[in-house]
Protein backbone atom coordinates (compact mmCIF):
# COMPACT_ATOMS: atom_id res chain seq x y z
CA UNK A 1 0.00 0.00 0.00
CA UNK A 2 1.44 3.13 -1.02
CA UNK A 3 1.13 6.01 1.72
CA UNK A 4 2.86 8.70 0.01
CA UNK A 5 1.72 10.16 -3.16
CA UNK A 6 3.80 13.01 -5.19
CA UNK A 7 2.47 14.18 -8.51
CA UNK A 8 6.03 15.73 -9.94
CA UNK A 9 4.62 18.88 -12.13
CA UNK A 10 2.30 19.81 -9.70
CA UNK A 11 2.02 23.49 -8.35
CA UNK A 12 2.07 22.06 -4.59
CA UNK A 13 5.73 21.79 -3.17
CA UNK A 14 6.71 17.94 -2.87
CA UNK A 15 7.25 18.45 1.04
CA UNK A 16 3.53 19.56 1.32
CA UNK A 17 2.49 16.73 -0.46
CA UNK A 18 3.83 14.59 1.72
CA UNK A 19 2.32 15.83 4.39
CA UNK A 20 -1.04 15.93 2.68
CA UNK A 21 -0.59 12.41 1.91
CA UNK A 22 -0.20 11.34 5.43
CA UNK A 23 -3.19 13.59 6.54
CA UNK A 24 -5.25 12.27 3.85
CA UNK A 25 -4.23 8.80 5.11
CA UNK A 26 -4.99 8.97 8.58
CA UNK A 27 -8.26 10.69 7.50
CA UNK A 28 -9.02 7.12 5.73
CA UNK A 29 -7.79 5.58 8.75
CA UNK A 30 -5.19 3.59 6.54
CA UNK A 31 -2.49 5.13 9.43
CA UNK A 32 -3.61 4.73 12.74
CA UNK A 33 -1.49 5.68 16.13
CA UNK A 34 2.14 3.82 16.20
CA UNK A 35 2.31 3.07 12.84
CA UNK A 36 5.66 3.53 11.55
CA UNK A 37 5.94 5.68 8.28
CA UNK A 38 8.09 5.07 5.34
CA UNK A 39 12.05 5.47 6.41
CA UNK A 40 13.12 8.97 4.79
CA UNK A 41 15.47 7.08 2.64
CA UNK A 42 12.81 4.57 1.01
CA UNK A 43 10.81 8.02 0.59
CA UNK A 44 13.68 9.53 -1.08
CA UNK A 45 14.86 6.39 -3.81
CA UNK A 46 10.94 6.29 -4.61
CA UNK A 47 10.36 9.79 -5.69
CA UNK A 48 13.78 10.94 -6.54
CA UNK A 49 13.93 14.04 -3.96
CA UNK A 50 15.96 15.36 -1.88
CA UNK A 51 16.55 14.43 1.95
CA UNK A 52 15.86 17.42 3.21
CA UNK A 53 12.49 17.56 1.74
CA UNK A 54 11.14 14.71 3.45
CA UNK A 55 12.74 15.75 6.69
CA UNK A 56 11.44 18.97 6.16
CA UNK A 57 8.06 17.45 5.88
CA UNK A 58 8.46 15.16 8.69
CA UNK A 59 9.60 17.44 11.39
CA UNK A 60 6.80 20.08 10.51
CA UNK A 61 4.41 16.55 11.29
CA UNK A 62 6.02 16.34 14.53
CA UNK A 63 5.70 20.07 15.58
CA UNK A 64 2.60 19.60 15.00
CA UNK A 65 2.52 16.60 17.25
CA UNK A 66 1.38 13.99 14.28
CA UNK A 67 4.26 12.33 14.14
CA UNK A 68 7.24 11.04 16.72
CA UNK A 69 10.79 10.57 16.13
CA UNK A 70 12.50 7.60 18.06
CA UNK A 71 16.14 7.75 17.30
CA UNK A 72 17.40 5.27 15.35
CA UNK A 73 14.21 3.48 14.46
CA UNK A 74 12.31 6.41 12.20
CA UNK A 75 8.94 8.30 12.10
CA UNK A 76 5.68 7.08 14.13
CA UNK A 77 2.29 7.98 14.22
CA UNK A 78 1.80 9.90 17.27
CA UNK A 79 -1.43 11.19 17.00
CA UNK A 80 -4.36 11.06 14.63
CA UNK A 81 -5.79 14.32 15.95
CA UNK A 82 -4.28 16.76 12.93
CA UNK A 83 -6.78 19.56 12.87
CA UNK A 84 -4.41 21.91 14.45
CA UNK A 85 -2.04 24.03 11.56
CA UNK A 86 -0.07 25.85 14.75
CA UNK A 87 1.64 23.58 17.45
CA UNK A 88 1.95 26.28 20.29
CA UNK A 89 4.16 25.45 23.47
CA UNK A 90 3.44 28.20 26.23
CA UNK A 91 5.78 28.47 28.94
CA UNK A 92 4.53 31.09 31.85
CA UNK A 93 6.57 31.81 34.63
CA UNK A 94 3.77 31.35 37.15
CA UNK A 95 0.34 31.57 37.51
CA UNK A 96 -1.61 34.34 38.58
CA UNK A 97 -4.96 36.50 37.99
CA UNK A 98 -3.63 38.70 35.74
CA UNK A 99 -1.68 35.79 33.61
CA UNK A 100 -4.69 34.28 33.35
CA UNK A 101 -6.82 37.20 31.70
CA UNK A 102 -4.13 37.29 29.02
CA UNK A 103 -4.28 33.80 28.63
CA UNK A 104 -7.84 33.13 28.01
CA UNK A 105 -7.75 36.34 25.92
CA UNK A 106 -5.22 34.79 23.33
CA UNK A 107 -7.44 31.33 23.77
CA UNK A 108 -10.18 33.89 22.40
CA UNK A 109 -8.40 35.61 19.34
CA UNK A 110 -6.99 31.88 18.19
CA UNK A 111 -10.91 30.99 17.92
CA UNK A 112 -9.47 27.07 18.45
CA UNK A 113 -7.65 27.71 15.44
CA UNK A 114 -4.19 25.91 17.36
CA UNK A 115 -3.60 23.41 19.77
CA UNK A 116 -1.93 24.98 23.06
CA UNK A 117 0.13 23.06 25.84
CA UNK A 118 1.06 25.44 28.94
CA UNK A 119 3.85 24.84 30.98
CA UNK A 120 5.26 26.70 34.04
CA UNK A 121 8.78 27.19 35.06
CA UNK A 122 8.16 29.22 38.63
CA UNK A 123 11.80 31.06 38.35
CA UNK A 124 13.82 28.01 37.94
CA UNK A 125 16.32 28.06 35.39
CA UNK A 126 16.79 24.66 35.80
CA UNK A 127 13.14 23.65 35.07
CA UNK A 128 13.11 26.19 32.86
CA UNK A 129 16.25 24.63 30.40
CA UNK A 130 14.73 21.05 31.06
CA UNK A 131 10.88 22.16 29.88
CA UNK A 132 12.78 24.03 26.46
CA UNK A 133 15.22 20.92 25.81
CA UNK A 134 12.31 18.15 26.19
CA UNK A 135 10.28 20.10 23.67
CA UNK A 136 12.46 21.63 21.30
CA UNK A 137 11.04 20.50 18.07
CA UNK A 138 7.98 19.36 18.78
CA UNK A 139 6.08 22.42 18.41
CA UNK A 140 5.09 24.97 15.52
CA UNK A 141 5.75 28.25 17.95
CA UNK A 142 7.27 28.55 21.34
CA UNK A 143 5.79 31.70 23.54
CA UNK A 144 8.69 32.00 26.24
CA UNK A 145 7.71 34.31 29.07
CA UNK A 146 11.21 34.53 30.78
CA UNK A 147 11.04 36.32 33.46
CA UNK A 148 13.65 38.21 35.53
CA UNK A 149 16.27 35.29 35.34
CA UNK A 150 19.64 35.56 33.96
CA UNK A 151 21.02 33.30 31.49
CA UNK A 152 17.86 32.29 29.44
CA UNK A 153 19.14 33.98 26.37
CA UNK A 154 21.65 30.80 25.70
CA UNK A 155 18.46 28.64 26.47
CA UNK A 156 16.50 30.05 24.29
CA UNK A 157 18.85 30.32 21.06
CA UNK A 158 18.04 26.20 20.80
CA UNK A 159 15.22 27.02 19.08
CA UNK A 160 14.30 28.47 15.91
CA UNK A 161 14.47 31.95 16.01
CA UNK A 162 11.71 32.92 13.69
CA UNK A 163 9.16 30.52 15.74
CA UNK A 164 10.20 32.05 18.82
CA UNK A 165 7.76 34.85 21.17
CA UNK A 166 9.41 36.44 23.89
CA UNK A 167 5.95 37.43 26.13
CA UNK A 168 6.06 40.11 28.87
CA UNK A 169 9.27 40.74 30.09
CA UNK A 170 12.76 41.02 27.85
CA UNK A 171 16.18 42.67 27.81
CA UNK A 172 18.57 43.46 25.49
CA UNK A 173 20.14 39.66 24.96
CA UNK A 174 16.25 38.69 23.61
CA UNK A 175 16.16 41.68 21.18
CA UNK A 176 16.55 39.32 18.35
CA UNK A 177 12.81 37.88 18.85
CA UNK A 178 9.74 38.98 18.18
CA UNK A 179 7.97 40.22 21.60
CA UNK A 180 5.00 41.81 23.27
CA UNK A 181 6.45 43.00 26.28
CA UNK A 182 6.45 45.57 28.96
CA UNK A 183 8.34 48.63 29.48
CA UNK A 184 8.68 48.48 33.70
CA UNK A 185 10.51 51.51 33.95
CA UNK A 186 8.85 54.41 31.42
CA UNK A 187 5.41 52.68 32.71
CA UNK A 188 6.10 53.15 36.31
CA UNK A 189 7.82 56.73 35.93
CA UNK A 190 4.45 57.37 33.55
CA UNK A 191 1.87 56.14 35.83
CA UNK A 192 4.06 57.59 38.88
CA UNK A 193 3.62 61.20 37.03
CA UNK A 194 -0.15 60.94 36.33
CA UNK A 195 -0.69 60.55 39.85
CA UNK A 196 1.81 63.51 40.88
CA UNK A 197 -0.76 65.92 41.73
CA UNK A 198 -2.39 63.38 44.59
CA UNK A 199 0.93 62.43 45.50
CA UNK A 200 1.73 65.93 46.68
CA UNK A 201 -0.93 65.38 49.51
CA UNK A 202 2.02 62.63 51.31
CA UNK A 203 5.67 63.27 52.67
CA UNK A 204 7.28 59.84 51.74
CA UNK A 205 7.11 57.12 48.41
CA UNK A 206 8.17 54.07 49.51
CA UNK A 207 8.50 50.80 46.81
CA UNK A 208 8.69 47.22 47.97
CA UNK A 209 10.76 45.58 45.84
CA UNK A 210 12.15 41.42 46.75
CA UNK A 211 13.73 41.66 43.40
CA UNK A 212 13.24 37.90 43.20
CA UNK A 213 10.95 37.95 40.39
CA UNK A 214 10.16 41.79 39.70
CA UNK A 215 11.81 43.59 36.74
CA UNK A 216 14.39 46.01 37.93
CA UNK A 217 13.01 48.40 35.76
CA UNK A 218 10.57 48.99 38.17
CA UNK A 219 13.39 50.26 40.67
CA UNK A 220 14.56 52.64 37.83
CA UNK A 221 11.49 54.29 36.99
CA UNK A 222 10.36 55.04 40.50
CA UNK A 223 13.60 56.39 41.61
CA UNK A 224 13.69 58.40 37.89
CA UNK A 225 10.46 60.03 39.02
CA UNK A 226 11.63 60.52 43.05
CA UNK A 227 14.10 62.21 41.86
CA UNK A 228 13.02 64.86 39.19
CA UNK A 229 10.12 65.56 41.45
CA UNK A 230 12.34 65.79 44.79
CA UNK A 231 10.39 63.49 46.65
CA UNK A 232 11.80 61.60 49.57
CA UNK A 233 11.83 58.16 48.61
CA UNK A 234 12.77 54.80 49.93
CA UNK A 235 13.05 50.83 49.14
CA UNK A 236 12.45 48.06 51.03
CA UNK A 237 12.64 44.38 50.03
CA UNK A 238 9.81 43.14 52.40
CA UNK A 239 7.15 44.10 54.54
CA UNK A 240 5.61 42.10 57.20
CA UNK A 241 3.95 44.24 60.25
CA UNK A 242 6.26 47.53 60.12
CA UNK A 243 4.90 50.65 61.19
CA UNK A 244 3.18 52.86 58.81
CA UNK A 245 3.60 56.54 59.20
CA UNK A 246 1.47 59.38 58.33
CA UNK A 247 1.99 60.74 54.93
CA UNK A 248 3.78 57.38 53.39
CA UNK A 249 2.91 56.12 49.87
CA UNK A 250 3.33 52.72 48.89
CA UNK A 251 4.05 51.15 45.63
CA UNK A 252 3.34 47.63 45.73
CA UNK A 253 4.21 44.82 42.84
CA UNK A 254 3.45 41.82 45.19
CA UNK A 255 0.17 41.46 46.26
CA UNK A 256 1.48 39.55 49.27
CA UNK A 257 2.94 42.60 50.80
CA UNK A 258 -0.28 44.45 49.82
CA UNK A 259 -2.24 42.18 51.97
CA UNK A 260 0.09 43.09 54.86
CA UNK A 261 0.02 46.49 54.19
CA UNK A 262 -3.76 46.96 54.86
CA UNK A 263 -3.32 44.52 58.01
CA UNK A 264 -0.96 46.70 59.54
CA UNK A 265 -3.06 50.07 58.93
CA UNK A 266 -6.40 48.30 60.45
CA UNK A 267 -4.02 47.38 63.15
CA UNK A 268 -2.84 50.86 63.41
CA UNK A 269 -6.42 51.78 62.72
CA UNK A 270 -5.27 54.10 59.61
CA UNK A 271 -7.47 55.06 57.47
CA UNK A 272 -6.23 54.02 53.48
CA UNK A 273 -6.28 57.47 50.93
CA UNK A 274 -5.85 59.82 53.84
CA UNK A 275 -3.82 58.90 56.38
CA UNK A 276 -1.37 57.07 53.70
CA UNK A 277 -1.63 55.81 50.30
CA UNK A 278 -1.20 52.67 48.04
CA UNK A 279 -0.24 51.92 44.36
CA UNK A 280 -0.71 48.44 43.09
CA UNK A 281 1.37 46.88 40.58
CA UNK A 282 -1.09 44.93 37.78
CA UNK A 283 -4.74 45.31 37.44
CA UNK A 284 -6.99 42.19 38.83
CA UNK A 285 -10.80 41.97 39.15
CA UNK A 286 -10.66 42.05 43.06
CA UNK A 287 -8.34 45.56 43.32
CA UNK A 288 -11.80 47.18 41.96
CA UNK A 289 -13.44 45.94 44.93
CA UNK A 290 -11.18 45.78 48.11
CA UNK A 291 -10.91 48.64 50.59
CA UNK A 292 -13.37 50.71 48.19
CA UNK A 293 -10.51 50.24 44.99
CA UNK A 294 -7.01 49.93 45.23
CA UNK A 295 -5.14 52.65 42.34
CA UNK A 296 -3.04 49.84 39.92
CA UNK A 297 -0.25 50.74 37.40
CA UNK A 298 -1.02 48.54 34.85
CA UNK A 299 -0.07 47.28 31.52
CA UNK A 300 -3.92 45.42 29.92
CA UNK A 301 -3.04 42.07 29.58
CA UNK A 302 -5.96 41.55 27.83
CA UNK A 303 -4.77 43.48 24.87
CA UNK A 304 -1.46 41.61 25.26
CA UNK A 305 -2.97 38.24 24.58
CA UNK A 306 -4.76 39.41 21.68
CA UNK A 307 -1.68 41.17 19.97
CA UNK A 308 0.14 38.27 20.36
CA UNK A 309 -2.26 35.91 19.03
CA UNK A 310 -2.49 38.16 15.95
CA UNK A 311 1.33 38.11 15.67
CA UNK A 312 0.99 34.53 15.39
CA UNK A 313 -2.12 34.39 13.52
CA UNK A 314 -0.66 36.67 10.80
CA UNK A 315 3.27 35.61 11.08
CA UNK A 316 4.33 38.83 12.04
CA UNK A 317 7.77 39.40 13.26
CA UNK A 318 7.71 42.59 15.15
CA UNK A 319 8.76 43.93 18.84
CA UNK A 320 5.93 45.42 20.47
CA UNK A 321 5.65 47.58 23.91
CA UNK A 322 2.18 46.79 25.83
CA UNK A 323 0.08 49.71 26.57
CA UNK A 324 0.37 50.72 30.24
CA UNK A 325 -1.62 53.17 32.37
CA UNK A 326 -2.72 54.18 35.83
CA UNK A 327 -5.97 53.39 37.34
CA UNK A 328 -7.18 55.93 39.97
CA UNK A 329 -9.17 54.27 42.79
CA UNK A 330 -9.79 54.71 46.54
CA UNK A 331 -6.37 54.05 47.83
CA UNK A 332 -4.98 57.61 47.08
Known sequence: MRLIKIIPDSFVPKYQQIINSIEQALAQQLLKKNDKLPSINKVCMEFGISRDTVLYAYETLKKRGIVNAILGKGYYIKSTDWDFEERIFLLF??????????????????????????????????????????????????????????????????????????????????????????????????????????????????????????????????????????????????????????????????????????????????????DFGIISYNETPLKGIVENGITTISTDFWQMGKILAEMILNAKQQRIENASDLIIRNSL
Open 93 to 274: DELNAFKETLYNSFLEELQQRSNIHVFFHYFNIDVFKKLIEENNGNYTKYIIMPGNMNDTAPIIKMLPKKDVYILDQTNLHLREYSSVHQNFAKDMYNGLSKAKTLLEAYQRLILIFPGKKEPIGMVEGFTSFCEQYKKKHTIISNFTDEEIQNGDVFIIPDDKHLVNVIKQSKKQKLKIKK
